[in-house]
């Protein structure tokens, strides 16, 4: 395995247009492609194998070659072709490599097809704004992208804080600084509370991780910044309970008034295969701040009230999972069997459907065996 064929095999994912690369040893190179892993038809690979693709893609790391580690973030880029986010791991003390394709370019609000509403949370200028989802559900791609429609409407100073750094933004009329965790900055919560000496206007954490980093970019937007920043949570409702959590419980309810006070947009994303079967398609739950919302996020009691005041204000740019999955399946972008299956509330939606003249397949396509990536075996890889 040299150096070519590694860079035969990431550009065959840019070229296929697979989200992720996977290569473990003992199994064929493994590309994602609408969320179904596919096997490219080669020979297995080898504990060498792996070891000399973790040597080549560590090769722009001098700080980091020869150095012990048992999981590593990085980024890597094919100059002019493509970037990637790449986690290096051991498992049973090889090296397991997992690599997410990041398109060199930062894509458009239609080439993503996102709600236009997303414009608008873009243009918000103080506070806090909040990117969810699972892993995989597009989150640094529309943070990416709502940076960059700032980048393109208004002179802003702008800072972005990521580990890695992924998309990389050309100025347009904002300035933009990006720094990245262990190569410019230690931490996340060191980055931000150098930011605010930086007279920033915009800040973009790449992810809410630890406490630190949660008071200290909470603390940067009720000083008068807008912090743009994502977090791992399944929906809208979950994202309140998941942010005071961080916190000790003697200071939850404390939080929760902050969090009332500054938060003024939750956006969460689940991504979906499309009719077709040959892209995905972004369902995408939308919270703007009211009086009611800060209502309900101060008193716990009411968490579970907020998807219900989402879903009667759609006058206002709000819309839960299950009405944007409703407006998909009537656009006719998805099947009603996928729209089914990613709903937050499955009998209320099914009762949607039947109204809608609409009978879900249950027939699941989840676990389907590995395809494989259909291209001649070439001695080259």
């Known amino acids: 395995m040299d150096r070519e064929k590694v860079y035969r095999l990431l550009r065959l ?166 720094r990245e965790i262990g190569t410019d900055t230690a931490s996340f919560p060191d980055a931000l509370r150098a930011a605010l000496r930086q007279d920033p206007d915009v800040i973009m954490v790449g992810e809410m991780r630890d406490l630190a980093t949660v008071d200290t970019s909470l603390k940067a937007a009720e000083t008068g910044h807008v912090v743009f920043s994502s977090i791992h949570t399944a929906d809208v409702a979950s994202t309140i309970g998941r942010v005071v959590s961080f916190f000790p419980p003697e200071e939850q309810m404390q939080v929760r008034a902050r969090l009332a006070d500054n938060l003024k947009a939750v956006v969460s994303l689940r991504l979906l295969i499309n009719k077709k079967q040959d892209g995905m398609v972004p369902a995408v739950e939308i919270m703007r701040s009211t009086r009611t919302i800060q209502e309900c996020i101060k008193d716990p009691a009411r968490s579970a009230e907020i998807t219900e005041f989402i879903a009667r204000a759609r006058s206002e740019n709000m819309q839960t999972f299950d009405q944007h999955l409703l407006d998909l399946l009537r656009a006719n972008k998805i099947s009603a069997e996928t729209a089914f299956a990613a709903a937050s509330n499955p009998a209320d939606f099914q009762t949607k459907l039947a109204l809608e003249g609409a009978s879900p397949d249950m027939e699941s396509t989840e676990d389907r065996p590995l395809e494989r990536l259909e291209i001649e075996p070439d001695s080259r890889f």
């Open 13 to 178: 994912g840019l070229q296929k247009g697979a989200s992720d690369i996977h290569f473990q040893v003992g199994y064929l190179p493994l590309y994602r492609f609408h969320g179904q892993l596919v096997e490219l038809r080669v020979k297995e690979l080898t504990p060498e194998d792996t070891e000399k693709i973790a040597e080549i893609l560590l090769e722009n790391e001098p700080e980091l070659r020869g150095k012990k580690f048992n999981e590593l973030d990085l980024a890597f880029e094919l100059p002019d072709e493509g970037r990637f986010r790449v986690n290096i791991s051991r498992q049973r003390r090889h090296m397991n490599i997992v690599l997410r394709v990041i398109p060199l370019g930062v894509r458009t609000f239609e080439e993503l097809t996102l709600p236009d509403t997303l414009r608008e949370v873009a243009q918000i200028r103080r506070g806090y704004v909040l990117i969810t989802g699972a892993t995989g559900m597009g989150k640094s791609t529309t943070l990416a992208t709502m940076i960059n429609e700032i980048n393109r409407q208004r002179k802003a100073k702008i800072i972005t804080v990521e580990d890695p750094i992924e998309f990389v933004f050309t100025h347009d009329k904002s300035i933009i600084t990006q």
